[in-house]
Each structure stands twice: as structure tokens, then as C-alpha cells.
């Protein structure tokens, strides 16, 4: 897989292919779904979400520009997998996801790969979490309308935030940094995400 659908599509950060590698995808699939583990697209994971297409999670690391002294927020836990990649190469990482049954399995996935520096918490991630503020890293795994200010708000200066901003059909995948308390977004990839549900999201009609 990561030589295949990584390094051929020019991942070039040696920290993310080496996480990628050792990190096993189908530890993070529902079980009827481990035949397709490896394959090129995500994948449902239950409760209408899925877990990431591995280049989209390898190209989210390598912007988000990680390294073993960051501490990382994490919106949309989802599977884990992204956190799991995460936690080889940062030095801790907050994951909030709304949905509490993705969240308790997620836990479990962590303690049963002895992952003991990734904290899952459950709610709106669109608030973020202001009792660990400031981050260095921002990650957001779920589409929104913009970049939410609170996560702005609670990014360190010079940290990096990546999210997929767009409508619910299509996202550009931003990379936005910190700088003397403004941001500079960049565009990357086109990508399509499900979508980050909540205050500072989209709509979650009641759900
Ligand atoms: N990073 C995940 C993929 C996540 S899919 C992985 O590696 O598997 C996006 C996830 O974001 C879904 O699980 C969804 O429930 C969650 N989500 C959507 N809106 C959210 C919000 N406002 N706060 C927290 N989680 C949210």
C-alpha cells in the first residue's frame, strides 16, 4: 500500500511513509471490510463515516508538518487511523469525535496497540478544546463550510492547521499557518470529505 499509493504519488516526508508503514489499515476496518484494507479509497466504518483514503491521510500529514514535539488536535476521531499515524511521529495528540460509539472503539483500537499518547474525547470538535489550547498542529478529518474560528483561535502562532473546506460535494484540502496571529491559507488537493457536522459546521439538522 505505502509503496504503491504513496511514495509513487510523491510523499516524499520519510516520518509519514515510515508511520505508514508500520500503522496496519485493517486494524481500523470493520472485520467484513479486512480483504479491501489496503485498498486505494476509504472505506465505511459505521455510523454513515468513513476512515480516509491512505493518500489523503498521508498527504494531511505531510502538510500538517508534525514533529515529535507537537501537540496536535485532531477533529473527527472517526477509526483512529489517522491519530494512530499521528502518534508516531507527534508528541501528543487530542481527537474529538461526536459520535460515541466511533469514539469508544477507537479507544479500544489505541490500548490494544499500546497507543498511549492520543486522548479521544467526545463532542463537538467545531468548538474545540479550549482546556488544552494552544496547539501546535490542527487536523480536521470532516469537510466544513470555512475553517472555524475557535480552532484558529486556539492554534499556537507559527502552527499549522489542515482541513477540507468546501460545500458537502467537493473540498480543496487548506493548509493554513499561523503568523504573528493571521493566517496564510494556501490550496491544496481536491478532495471529498464527509462533513463536520456541528456549531462552526455544517448543519447537523437535529441529529
Ligand atoms: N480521521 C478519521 C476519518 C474521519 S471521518 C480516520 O482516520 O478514520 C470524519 C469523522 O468526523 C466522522 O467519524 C464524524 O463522525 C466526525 N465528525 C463530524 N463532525 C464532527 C464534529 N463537529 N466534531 C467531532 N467529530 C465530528
Redesign the pocket.
Known amino acids: 500500500m505505502v509503496e504503491e499509493q504513496i511514495v509513487k504519488r510523491h510523499i516524499k516526508d520519510e516520518r509519514v511513509i515510515d508511520a505508514m508503514s508500520k500503522i496496519q489499515r485493517e486494524l481500523?476496518v470493520p472485520p467484513h471490510l479486512k480483504n479491501s484494507s489496503y485498498d486505494d479509497s476509504p472505506l465505511l466504518?459505521g455510523?454513515g463515516?468513513?476512515?480516509?483514503q491512505p493518500y489523503i491521510?498521508a498527504r494531511m500529514t505531510e502538510l500538517l508538518r508534525p514533529d515529535e514535539h507537537s501537540v496536535v488536535l485532531?477533529?473527527?476521531?472517526?477509526?483512529?487511523?489517522?491519530?494512530a499515524v499521528l502518534s508516531l511521529i507527534a508528541k501528543r495528540i487530542f481527537t474529538?469525535?461526536?459520535?460515541l460509539e466511533?469514539k469508544r472503539s477507537a479507544e479500544e483500537r489505541f490500548k490494544a496497540l499500546k497507543i498511549s499518547n492520543v486522548f479521544v474525547m467526545s463532542?463537538?470538535?467545531?468548538i474545540g478544546l479550549s482546556q488544552y489550547a494552544p496547539f501546535d498542529r490542527i487536523i480536521v478529518?470532516?469537510a466544513g463550510p470555512e475553517i472555524p474560528k475557535n480552532l484558529l483561535d486556539q492554534l499556537k502562532d507559527n502552527g499549522i492547521i489542515v482541513m477540507p473546506v468546501g460545500t458537502e460535494a467537493e473540498q480543496v484540502l487548506l493548509r493554513g499557518e499561523k503568523k504573528e496571529g493571521k493566517i496564510e491559507i494556501e490550496e491544496h488537493d481536491r478532495c471529498r470529505?464527509?462533513?463536520?457536522?456541528?456549531k462552526y459546521?455544517f448543519s447537523d439538522n437535529g441529529v
Open positions: 481500523f466504518i455510523g463515516q468513513t476512515i480516509s491521510v485532531e477533529i473527527g476521531t472517526g477509526s483512529g487511523y489517522q491519530a474529538i469525535e461526536r459520535i466511533l463532542g463537538d470538535g467545531t478529518t470532516a470529505f464527509v462533513p463536520l457536522l456541528g459546521g
